[in-house]
């Protein structure tokens, strides 16, 4: 069964931390993808890779950096949380060429304080 | 900019009847649609894909229409069950990434 695995479901983290948020997926996939999602705006993505050490900027990249150092891991880092980041995170993965179907992982819910 | 829109109030319907959902998009044509299902607390997951040249995509109790004329795609779930509530989402393509919408949420009653 395929899988796309977030390091945290939920998470607590304070104003001016750096946070990081891991995704692992074992299938493979060239492209991984982090989205934000907030009540009434759909998903937006803040980044995505589609090959190791790739990465391309999202529509909301502000604030945020990503790790791609191995194929199945995506890292996004908040560098300095913000309130504003507070939200849920969604990792997704797919295969290269085209818009191919994505696999998401189960998020993960990050509240900053 | 390209932009998905659905309906944002949720539709409520009768188990046993067809559920229908809207996605409308602007801008040009995309070349595919995406259709997701999401349940609370939890990531999406496929259910369909439909290129700009299929009318119509069927998958079991699901089927999706594509109108480049209305700009709009159709997602009927038939015989609908309790089981099928959760929230819809749609995604256009636009630039190799996934323009999505915001989802529109499904109650069906028993």
């Known amino acids: 069964d395929v899988k796309v695995t977030q390091s945290s479901r939920y998470l607590v983290k304070r104003t001016g931390e750096k946070v990081f948020l891991e995704c692992v997926q074992d299938?493979?996939?060239?492209?991984m993808f982090w989205y934000r999602q907030d009540p009434g705006l759909g998903l937006r993505l803040i980044y995505f890779?589609?090959?190791?050490?790739?990465?391309e900027k999202g529509d909301i990249p502000e604030g945020y950096s990503v790790s791609r150092e191995k194929k199945e891991r995506f890292s996004l880092i908040l560098e300095s949380a913000s309130t504003n980041q507070t939200s849920m995170y969604l990792c997704?993965?797919?295969?290269?060429?085209?818009?191919?179907?994505?696999?998401f992982g189960p998020g993960t819910r990050l509240t900053v304080l | 900019s390209q932009k998905i829109e659905q309906n944002s109030e949720a539709l409520n319907i009768q188990e046993g009847k067809t559920a229908t959902l809207t996605c409308n998009y602007t801008n040009y044509s995309p070349a595919y649609l995406q259709w997701y299902r999401q349940d609370p607390g939890r990531g999406p997951v496929f259910l369909l894909l439909?290129?700009?040249n299929e009318k119509e995509k069927r998958k079991e109790r699901l089927k999706v229409t594509f109108d480049t004329t209305l700009k709009q795609s159709l997602f009927h779930i038939t015989a609908s069950q309790p089981a099928d509530s959760a929230t819809y989402l749609c995604?256009?393509?636009?630039?190799?990434?996934?323009?999505w919408g915001a989802g529109t949420k499904l109650i069906i009653k028993p």
């Open positions: 439909i290129r700009e």
């Open positions: 997704a993965s797919s295969t290269a060429g085209g818009v191919n179907e994505q696999f």
């Open positions: 995604a256009r393509d636009s630039n190799y990434q996934l323009i």
């Open positions: 299938m493979d996939h060239e492209n």
């Open positions: 890779s589609y090959d190791v050490k790739m990465k």
